[in-house]
Every structure is written in C-alpha cells, then in structure tokens.
C-alpha cells in the first residue's frame, strides 16, 4: 500500500476532514507544512505521494523525492510549485480539480452582493443608532439586468457564470481558449474579446491562473476600458491586477470600486492605500476555503491518487 506525506498548515481536524478519504490501507503521514527542511527531505524519500497544502514546496526537497509518483495540490492555484522543475524530474503535479470551484463562485457572489448592498457599512450603522443612515434607494444595485464580464472562463469562472445567470445578469466572457459552443449555450455565455468586456461590463470578475500572461492583466491601459460604474472582482490571484494602477483609478473615481479576495503581497502591508478606500470590499484570501470545502477536495485527492497508485493516468495534471 502507497506511503502518502502530506505536509500541511491545516489543524489537525480540519486534515482529518480530508484524509478521512484515504482507502483502506493507505499510510498517510501528516506533518506541519514549516517543518525543518532536513526533516522534510528525509520524509519525502519515501513518499509515494506527497499532499500540499499550501502548495509550496522547496527545490532541495523535490529533488530528494525518488519514489514520488504524483504530487497532489489541495487548492486550484499551482504558481507557488516549480512545475518546472517537477517536469525536469518526470513527477506530475495535479490542482484539484475544481474541488473548490463552488466556494470561489459563491464568495465571488458574496462580494458582488456585498458591494452592492453596502452590507459591512449597514451592519455597523444598525449597531451604532444609525438605522437608515445610508439612502440605499441612491446608493445600493442589484445583479439582475447588469453585465458582467469574466476574464477565465475555466472551472470557478464556469460556475461563476452559472451564479450570475441565475441573478439575471448577462454574462460576458473573454478567454485564449473559447469554451465549446455547448457549454457556452448551456451557460448562457457570449465570448469577447478583452477590450469590448471591459467596456460593457458593470461588474468585471477575475477567475484565471498567475503566469506571465495574466500578471498585470488589469492595469492603467485595462482599467481605463472601464466604465466609471463599474465594479472589479478578484478572487484569483493578487498580481493579476497592477494594485498601484487600481488604487489611482479608485483614487481618482474612474471605476466605481473593487471587492478583492487576494492583494500583491499577503498578508497586506497594513500601510496599503487601499484600506483608506471607503470603495473598496476586502476579504483576507479566503474564498476558497469552507468548513464544507474539505470532504469534497479530500474525495477528489484520494481517488486521483488511486487512479495512479492502480496504474492509471492522474486527473487536474497542470
Ligand atoms: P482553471 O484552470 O479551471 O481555469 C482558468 C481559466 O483561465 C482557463 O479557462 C484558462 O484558459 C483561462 N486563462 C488562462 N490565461 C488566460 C488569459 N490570459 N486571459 C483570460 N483567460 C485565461 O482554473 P480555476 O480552477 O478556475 O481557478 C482559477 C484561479 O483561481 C486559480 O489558478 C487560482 O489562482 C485562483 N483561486 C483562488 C482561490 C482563493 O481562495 N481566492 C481558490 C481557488 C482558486
């Protein structure tokens, strides 16, 4: 039966919500993902599958693995793993697969709502005698009859799409690979390209990886596309959006705000311009992550892993 490391930040309970979904049989071997380096070589040499979460892992490490047949990645995002590196050494990195794609979508939502509705400013109003105080007849939106626009159209931009469609709003898209016509049809998702989504879009939402591609995405020339209504989502990753370009644009009112899961740098530098925003909605890089996120990403992992420990193929290669 396969030896399984899985090197972890999580509480001990939250991993057993997971590894509850080891078959019979398998070892699996928890330890704090900080543990001394020299430890860490020395568990992983017999590893037959090492679990990460978070997915960073040292090149030391890596290259001490020998028996390693897949390394399986508890979240999405893969950008802090040397893929690279891991190809050079014949091992397969796998995300997982979307298992927390919904979570994403649903605080995606969230965020929108809460914008929308100014739902952090009334609950402190109705604590502090100020029933009313903000004239939500002026100053608060509905999804229904809005555009919006999602940069990645892949697992959480799939699921996001679903959300807003079933808030009434018309969905936009703009992704290199267009989805196939059945799953736009069946989404209700039109594909455009990045400038004409930036310009009809009241609520423009981020759903795709960090890579050379998409760092910066949303900058001065991007931000300047957009309507002075309109909102910016981003639960994927920090540097997709250059932060000092979009502080100027909320500086200077030339979008109407921004609800963000992820900043540059994490945790924030507590100086960051952004928290002296009253247009700006913050969540400390959590979307993903609910109590209900664990079972269905530790089914997803513990089956991938059987499909290679039985000789097959593993699923979510990135
Ligand atoms: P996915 O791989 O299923 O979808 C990504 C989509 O982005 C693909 O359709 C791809 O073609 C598209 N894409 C790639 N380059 C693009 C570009 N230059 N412009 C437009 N589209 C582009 O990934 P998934 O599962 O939807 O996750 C997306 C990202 O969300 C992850 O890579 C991760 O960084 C982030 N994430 C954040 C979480 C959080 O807690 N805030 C939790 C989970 C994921």
């Known amino acids: 039966m396969p030896n399984v490391l899985f090197l972890t930040s999580l509480a001990t309970e939250t991993a057993a919500l997971l590894t509850q979904h080891a078959p019979a049989g398998y070892d699996v071997a928890v330890h704090p993902i900080d543990l001394p380096h ?161 310009q009809q879009s009241d609520i423009v939402s981020l759903h795709v990886p960090l890579n050379e591609a998409t760092r910066g995405i949303i900058n001065a020339r991007t931000l300047a596309r957009m309507k002075p209504t309109a909102l910016l989502v981003n639960t994927c990753r920090g540097p997709v959006v250059d932060e000092q370009a979009l502080i100027a644009a909320l500086q200077q009112r030339q979008i109407a705000g921004a609800a963000l899961d992820v900043l540059e740098q994490e945790p924030p530098d507590p100086a960051n311009p952004l928290f002296q925003l009253d247009n700006v909605l913050l969540t400390p890089h959590i979307a993903g992550v609910t109590y209900d996120t664990w079972p269905r990403r530790g089914e997803f992992i513990f089956a991938n892993l059987q499909r290679v420990w039985n000789g097959e193929a593993p699923l979510a290669v990135v």
């Open 38 to 198: 020299e430890q860490q070589i020395g568990l992983v040499r017999d590893a037959d599958f090492l679990i990460l979460f978070p997915g960073v892992i040292s090149d030391a490490v890596l290259r001490s693995a020998a028996n390693l047949k897949l390394i399986q990645l508890v979240s999405a995002g893969f950008d802090r793993v040397n893929v690279a590196l891991c190809r050079e050494l014949g091992i397969p990195v796998a995300n997982n697969g979307g298992a927390n794609s919904i979570d994403v979508a649903e605080h995606t939502l969230a965020l929108i709502l809460a914008f929308y509705r100014r739902m952090g400013e009334m609950d402190h109003n109705v604590r502090h005698e100020r029933w009313k105080a903000i004239d939500s007849g002026a100053t608060t939106y509905t999804i229904h009859g809005k555009t919006a626009g999602l940069i990645g159209l892949g697992q959480i931009g799939r699921r996001t799409a679903r959300l807003l469609a079933a808030f009434g709003a018309v969905v936009l898209y703009y992704d290199p690979y267009p989805a196939p016509p059945a799953v736009e049809q069946e989404l209700g998702v039109r594909r455009v390209e990045l400038d004409e989504l930036l």
